[in-house]
C-alpha cells in the first residue's frame, strides 16, 4: 500500500522559512518522480517543484530562488526548503509521488500560511 506522509506546515511570518517533508512508503523510491504541489483557497492545485530520480529539478516561476526540493533515497523522504516565505504563499501542499509507467499517488497535504 503506498502511503505519503507529509508534515512540516506551519504558520509564518512574511520572510519566514519553513520545510516540508513527505516520507514515502509502498513505492520503489528508485524509479519515482516526486513533487509538490499547493492549492490556496478558490485556486486550482498547482506544480509548484518536482524532481525526478536522477535529481534533475524544476520550480514554478513563483517560488523559483526561494524554494529548493530535494530527496534523500536511502530514508525514501522529499524536502521543500522554502525561504522568504510570502503570504500568497498561503495554501494546502501535497506531496505526489510518480512512479515510472504509474499513475501518480498523493498525500493529505499540510496547511501552510503565510501573514504579513
Known amino acids: 500500500q503506498v502511503q505519503l506522509v507529509e508534515s512540516g506546515g506551519g504558520w509564518v511570518q512574511a520572510g519566514g522559512s519553513l520545510r516540508l517533508s513527505c516520507l514515502a512508503s509502498?513505492?520503489?523510491?528508485?524509479?519515482?518522480?516526486m513533487a509538490w504541489y499547493r492549492q490556496a483557497p478558490g485556486k486550482e492545485r498547482e506544480l509548484v517543484a518536482q524532481i525526478g530520480n536522477t535529481g534533475t529539478t524544476e520550480y514554478v516561476d513563483s517560488v523559483m530562488g526561494r524554494f529548493t526540493i530535494s530527496r534523500e533515497r536511502a530514508k525514501k523522504m522529499v524536502y521543500l526548503e522554502m525561504n522568504n516565505l510570502k503570504p500568497e504563499d498561503t495554501a494546502v501542499y501535497y506531496c505526489?509521488?510518480?512512479?515510472?509507467?504509474?499513475?501518480?499517488?498523493w498525500g493529505q497535504g499540510t496547511q501552510v500560511t503565510v501573514s504579513s
Open positions: 509502498g513505492i520503489d523510491f528508485r524509479i519515482t518522480e
Open positions: 505526489r509521488a510518480r512512479p515510472w509507467r504509474q499513475s501518480a499517488y
